[in-house]
């Protein structure tokens, strides 16, 4: 197995902001990442409406940088609130793992609104090798920690809506590559969705030949457009 990067990664911003040190970029909008999170990946994949509407037992999630545990978090309260008798399974990748106490730093703005959702997180956070693990009766989230190219092999089975969060796409192409878009086909089925803050030419020309239908829609905050879809085969 790839070996992880342990060293400390995460640095503050004057605004209270967690920043990558390796990546020179933020996690999440300073004005509001709740917010953000809520549009690009809980909007962009049309979550809300799906789950209410899904019949199969299990619904997937994957995400393409698990960070902060901000979108986790957002998914999770979200899914909590819709009516479905479906579970959710939410995947994630990471190879820059934050430590557990910046972890707690970054998503301390909502911690009145997770309360014990939050604690059981950062109870669980065991940012080494695999967490794998259920977290409520619905909820089972398991994230792999190291690099997206070793990782995203190892899922076997098919995936209902991804995340892709990797950083800005110029400043790390590795998230964004053939190689992870094919992946995500592999993983993918009819109505398989994606949803992604960037509207990176590359990004959407990547997609189409992996065979997913590509859209663009409003940004959040300072960003114009982003991209979301469906998977075609
Ligand atoms: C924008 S952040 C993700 C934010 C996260 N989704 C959240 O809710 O806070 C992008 C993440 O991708 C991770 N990452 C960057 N390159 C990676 C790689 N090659 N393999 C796996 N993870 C990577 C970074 O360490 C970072 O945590």
Redesign the pocket.
């Known amino acids: 197995m790839c070996a992880v990067m342990t060293i400390k990664n995460t640095i503050w911003t004057d605004n209270n902001t967690p920043k990558?040190s390796?990546?020179d970029?933020i996690?999440?909008n300073p004005d509001n990442g709740l917010e953000e999170?809520f549009h690009v990946f809980i909007d962009g994949n049309n979550l809300t409406d799906r789950w209410q509407n899904f019949s199969a037992q299990r619904f997937t999630v994957a995400?393409?940088?698990?960070?902060?545990?901000?979108?986790?978090m957002t998914t999770w309260q979200a899914f909590e609130a819709t009516q479905t008798d479906t579970k959710l399974h939410f995947i994630s990748?990471?190879?820059?793992p934050l430590a557990k106490e910046d972890m707690a730093r970054a998503l301390s703005p909502w911690k009145s609104l997770w309360q014990e959702r939050l604690e059981c997180l950062l109870d669980n956070y065991t940012p080494d090798g695999i967490l794998n693990t259920a977290l409520s009766d619905k909820v089972h989230l398991t994230v792999y920690f190291e690099?997206?190219e070793t990782?995203l092999p190892r899922i076997n089975q098919t995936v209902d809506a991804w995340?892709l969060?990797?950083?800005a796409p110029a400043k790390?192409a590795?998230?964004w590559s053939e190689t992870v878009f094919s992946q995500m086909a592999r993983c993918s089925a009819t109505e398989t969705s994606f949803s992604t803050f960037t509207a990176a030419g590359f990004v959407k020309r990547g997609l189409q030949s992996a065979g997913f239908d590509v859209q663009k829609r409003n940004g959040y905050g300072r960003k114009r457009e982003s991209l979301y879809g469906i998977f075609k085969g």
């Open positions: 990558s390796v990546f970029d996690y999440y999170s995400e393409l940088g698990f960070g902060t545990g901000l979108n986790f990748v990471e190879k820059y690099d997206i990782a995340y969060d990797g950083f790390n590795a998230m």
